[in-house]
């Protein structure tokens, strides 16, 4: 077969393991061709894209972002979008079928086009580890161990100064990232959007530690929805799609403790940073693994449906389980991290 392959929606630390995987598994095992279109779903539109012979994804697992460039083009939105453009694009290049490796926007529109009559499976990837139907998704694991670095630097110069110590992590609308590093980072506070809480409740904690004479720490998503706000504080526009802009909470919770406690505060807002670099072994084995499972997926011509994690194997599923809302944070997984805050 001739199979295109694409990287779409936000990078993510993994993208370029799925791509060396699927291309190696697929010349050694079945004798295909790989092509890789450029910047997301704009590729297949325009027509754009490279050849992704064997030595093009030599030493490719450990690089960070990704070869094919990315975009948040929507299959359906560009004006050439479209199954029908799309079922000519492919054809005309001879290419029998897609492999679609993106978040739940792109995989919303691999669904669609699978639907439409594309021939299109997918490979979930975020850093937020937002997507239902997989445990995990690659990109996760390298976010929340830069994350954590990040936030036993800024302990000790908190500890130094004797300051409350804010960050402000990625995420969107869940808070799997706030939750992780903050545990892993041994947090004093933890604030994510799935769990409304009260300032007054946060400058408790960061009091209880500051009186101990330690440096408190705050971890806040970017998604964090303070308790008497509607929604999420997203002071930095729209995305291409509509969707809001998210950060700035960090600075706001800061204020907010140094305002109620007197106590002198800093924010740090991590930013991009949690999605750049080389991806941990981890998700290079993660990524690697759904790059191999999709490409079986492809010659089973399961159209629709995606590589995902269930306990330690690589499952296939139908794309529309994993598009059946945003996987939060239980309830229990915030209150099992809840009984160390303030201590
Ligand atoms: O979905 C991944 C993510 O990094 C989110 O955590 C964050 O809100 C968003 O993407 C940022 O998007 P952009 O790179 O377009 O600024």
Request: negative net charge; aromatic residues 6%; proline residues 4%.
């Amino acid at each position: 077969m001739r199979i295109g392959l694409l990287t779409s929606g936000g990078d993510c630390p993994g993208l370029n393991a799925v791509i060396r995987s699927s291309v190696l598994h697929g010349i050694k095992s079945y004798g295909d061709e790989f092509v890789g279109f450029k910047g997301g779903w704009r590729g297949v539109i325009e027509g754009d894209y490279i050849d992704l012979p064997r030595q093009s994804v030599r030493g490719l697992s450990r690089e960070g972002g990704t070869i094919l460039g990315t975009s948040r083009t929507h299959p359906y939105n560009h004006p050439q979008g479209g199954p029908e453009n799309m079922a000519k694009q492919l054809k005309r290049h001879d290419i029998d079928a897609v492999i679609a490796i993106g978040g739940e926007g792109t995989l919303a529109g691999a669904k669609r086009l699978a639907d439409d009559g594309i021939p299109v499976v997918g490979v979930p990837k975020t850093i937020d580890n937002d997507l239902k139907a997989t445990d995990y998704t690659f990109g996760f694991d390298t976010a929340i161990s830069i994350a954590t670095d990040a936030m036993d630097r800024l302990r000790t110069t908190g500890e130094s100064h004797h300051r409350c110590m804010v960050a402000e992590v990625m995420g969107r609308h869940v808070g799997w990232i706030a939750l992780h590093s903050g545990m892993a980072a041994g947090a004093h506070a933890i604030l994510i959007p799935e769990h409304r809480i009260s300032m007054d409740q946060v400058c408790e904690w960061v009091e209880q530690v500051h009186s101990r004479g330690r440096s408190p720490l705050v971890v806040v998503a970017e998604g964090f929805i303070p308790e008497d706000a509607e929604e999420a504080l997203a002071g930095k526009g729209e995305e291409e799609d509509g969707r809001p802009r998210l950060g700035g909470i960090g600075d706001w919770v800061t204020r907010q403790i140094e305002a109620k406690t007197g106590i002198e505060s800093r924010n740090t807002t991590l930013g991009h940073i949690q999605r750049g670099g080389n991806p941990t072994g981890y998700d290079r084995v993660l990524a690697t693994r759904f790059g191999i499972r999709a490409l079986d997926l492809v010659h089973e011509r399961a159209w629709g449906h995606m590589a995902a994690l269930r306990g330690t194997e690589i499952v296939k599923v139908d794309l529309a389980e994993a598009l059946d809302g945003l996987k939060a944070v239980p309830a229990e997984r915030y209150d099992e991290a809840q009984i160390l805050f303030g201590r």
